[in-house]
């Protein structure tokens, strides 16, 4: 460009960059005026949206919501730790208790149902096997009624005793039994003499 520059000719001197000078003076003035006009709308929009942010309440305090949650998350946690399925889980999953996912919970409870409906039916399965063997036959044996004998004998509240009076020496010195009762201390044969 030309500006600040003087051309000479037949008229005399003059500024050659004035025509360019001109219209970026013009530009210029328009750019500030826009820039203004943009500048007065945003700070109207800046005091509108002031003016609402005053009339609106403050903001509710979290605080009691939030250690209200903490509690109701921390009461989970627990249930969880103490539930012993949600453990099984943790368990099979190899992670803690808090940190396990809904959807593993739930793959291990689809599995261990699986698992109990198994060893259900092989359990009946069997019980239905040893129904439905033969009895072994013959009579039963001596040892077997022997016993059945004790144990019948020791089931029975009163029992006779039959002790009879016992005399030891020992060391020339005569040592004599004699049979009591042991919650009343009489003697059980009284025809018993020394």
Avoid at 60 to 87: K, Y
Avoid at 94 to 100: A, D, F, K, N
């Amino acid at each position: 460009m030309c500006e600040g520059r003087t051309c000479a000719g037949r008229r005399g001197s003059w500024n050659c960059g004035a025509a360019v000078q001109a219209e970026a003076v013009r530009a210029n003035a328009a750019a500030q005026k826009a820039h203004a006009d943009e500048l007065r709308d945003a700070s109207a929009l800046v005091k509108d949206a002031e003016a609402r942010l005053a009339t609106v309440e403050p903001a509710p305090d979290m605080s009691a919501s939030d250690r209200d949650v903490a509690e109701a998350r921390r009461r989970v946690a627990d249930a969880r730790a103490m539930n012993p399925m949600f453990r099984v889980a943790a368990a099979w999953q190899r992670t803690p208790v808090e940190s396990l996912s809904l959807e593993q919970f739930e793959s291990v409870k689809h599995w261990a149902v699986v698992a109990l409906s198994v060893a259900t039916a092989l359990t009946t399965a069997l019980a239905a096997i040893i129904s439905a063997l033969p009895e072994r036959g013959g009579k039963p044996s001596k040892l077997s009624l022997a016993l059945r004998r004790m144990i019948a004998a020791r089931r029975k509240t009163l029992r006779r005793l039959k002790e009879t009076v016992r005399i030891e020496y020992r060391d020339r010195v005569r040592i004599l039994y004699v049979p009591c009762d042991p919650a009343t201390g009489k003697v059980l044969d009284p025809d018993a003499k020394p």
